[in-house]
């Protein structure tokens, strides 16, 4: 359990410091769609155990926008494991991706059928180091992160439970200038 914890928090802390200001955000054209396809088999293969079903849906299709690639794919990740973790723990369950456009912005949403968040968490879900998923080792930065990645291009990240299902709803602008 320590080991496991030594590398994620390395993964974490080495992507959190590729990402301050000292190296700005770098733009690039980004195909939302292709990048969700990529982010949901890897975190399929490294998080999904059977009895996890996944589907993704696309809405609406965005055209390949120009923002930072790392700081989208990060985000994505971490919302996503905390997903595969949360049916997982359930012995399973169903995760859901949802690619839209919604006016000036392309929304990602994630939702699953793994419990649900407590109302004692919900305050604090995007607290660093604070985990509602004490049981499972979370160190509490996934989504802290994710949200200031998201908002360091302009987005931004909200999380919904209720009744045992949890959505998160990553928000990237179609056209903005970086970093924010």
């Known amino acids: 359990a320590a080991a496991e914890l030594a590398v994620k928090l390395s993964r974490v802390l080495g992507d959190q410091s590729a990402l301050t200001t000292a190296r700005p955000p770098t733009q690039t054209a980004v195909d939302l769609a292709s990048l969700v396809d990529a982010c949901v088999s890897e975190c399929r293969e490294a998080f999904a155990p059977e009895g996890v079903s996944v589907s993704i849906l696309v809405q609406s299709v965005a055209p390949p926008i120009r923002s930072d690639r790392r700081s989208i794919e990060l985000a994505l990740l971490a919302v996503l494991q ?66 200031r990645f998201l908002e360091r291009i302009g987005g931004g990240l909200r999380v919904k439970s209720k009744g045992g299902y949890t959505a998160a709803l990553l928000v990237v602008p179609l056209e903005r200038e970086l970093p924010n």
């Not at 399973?92 to 690619?99: D, N």
């Open 82 to 147: 905390n997903s595969f973790e949360a049916c997982a723990s359930r012995g399973g369950g169903a995760v859901t991706v949802l690619l839209r456009r919604e006016g000036a912005n392309a929304e990602i949403e994630v939702s699953d059928d793994g419990g649900g968040v407590g109302e004692a968490d919900k305050a604090s879900l995007f607290e660093p180091f604070l985990s509602a998923r004490r049981s499972s080792h979370g160190l509490g930065l996934g989504l802290s992160m994710s949200r």
